[in-house]
């Protein structure tokens, strides 16, 4: 097996719907892995149009994370961000302003760059020095935009939300594929169709669209081409097993595994999947999908989970696959 990270910037910026809700109006920075892996698997389904990527995905030899952000610095190297462990450790009641502000700033913060990650988890056990981060990652804008009818009416208005990187900034995902090499041309030439097709709402106005960097290779060594010393965490952390395993992808749980979260000391969030799919050889109009919950990334498990694919088709023609196999970090969280 494999792991590469690519870097993807967003020209014109991006709307990613909320967990809560698909307003418009709201917009999400980063991308659930679920919704990523359907965005590849329809692109693959366009130019290959056979079954090799289910199998290869249902094998868990092909994986992929969340779209998590990344900053460059003056210094050329670049942050790589986690998302935020959902642990608490409980402490005693706050004893001066200094700490509140701090837990305020824990509440307000969603990423951590990948080697801040322990010193968060220290200051989570002794409520003491919260580390400096960085996640001013550019800022959200509301456009508006005319809706124009095709039955002649009159033209509504609407808005959007769409978040605008800095210029520094973007997003990365790291993806694990088979040893064969052609897999790495195959998935190149996805990621390449998806750049022109764009991810998430209003692609026909622009957004979504992206520029992939070439990527880097994650083997589990020490290697010479360190961008910064958090690609070099997470390069080690991919192959660590530990005692506790911090998951970078949305994550639906086996059987046996639900089984594990309940008896184990484990820490997640329920997110809610749910929406319509748009495929005119799934129904003739757009049709909801199977409502699922899974555990959104952030999740840390007693456990190295293995996941399943979900199937949501409720009424249509096809099947709709939904990916719940995570990728996930090995890593030292002595706080608990």
Do not use: C
Not at 117 to 129: D, I, S
Not at 281 to 288: F, G, I, M, P, T
């Amino acid at each position: 097996m494999s792991y590469l990270l690519y870097k993807l910037r967003f020209p014109n910026g991006i709307h990613i719907g909320t967990a809560s809700g698909n307003t418009l109006e709201e917009t999400m920075m980063s991308v659930y892995s679920d919704t990523f892996y359907s965005a590849i698997f329809n692109e693959y389904m366009k130019i290959y149009n056979d079954d090799e990527l289910y199998k290869i995905s249902e094998a868990g030899e092909f994986l992929v994370s969340d779209l998590l952000p990344f900053k460059e610095k003056e210094d050329m190297s670049t942050d790589f961000y986690l998302p935020k462990p959902f642990i608490s450790v409980p402490r005693e009641e706050e004893k001066n302003e200094k700490e509140v502000v701090d837990r305020k700033k824990v509440k307000a913060t969603n990423f951590i760059p990948a080697d801040k990650l322990g010193e968060y988890l220290t200051f989570l056990k002794t409520g003491k020095n919260f580390p400096e981060i960085d996640d001013d990652f550019g800022k959200k804008e509301l456009y508006t935009k005319n809706k124009v009818s095709l039955q002649n009416e009159d033209t509504k208005l609407y808005n959007i939300e769409v978040f605008k990187f800095n210029e520094k900034s973007g997003l990365y995902f790291i993806v694990k594929l088979p040893e064969d090499n052609e897999w790495q041309e195959i998935f190149e030439n996805i990621l390449e169709s998806l750049s022109l097709t764009g991810i998430g709402g209003k692609r026909n106005s622009g957004f979504g669209q992206f520029i992939s960097e070439d990527p880097m290779f994650f083997d589990g060594e020490d290697f010479d081409a360190i961008e910064s010393e958090s690609d070099a965490y997470i390069n080690k952390a991919l192959y660590s097993d530990e005692e506790k395993y911090l998951s970078l992808s949305s994550y639906s749980p086996k059987i046996e595994e639900i089984e594990k979260i309940k008896e184990s000391e484990n820490y997640y969030q329920l997110i809610k999947r749910s929406g319509f799919v748009n495929s005119s050889l799934y129904s003739e109009q757009a049709e909801k999908r199977k409502q699922v919950y899974m555990l959104s990334s952030g999740s840390v498990l007693s456990f190295k989970p293995e996941g399943k694919i979900l199937d949501l088709n409720l009424h249509g023609k096809h099947s709709i696959y939904r990916m719940g196999k995570p990728i996930v970090l090995g890593v030292k969280i002595w706080v608990i």
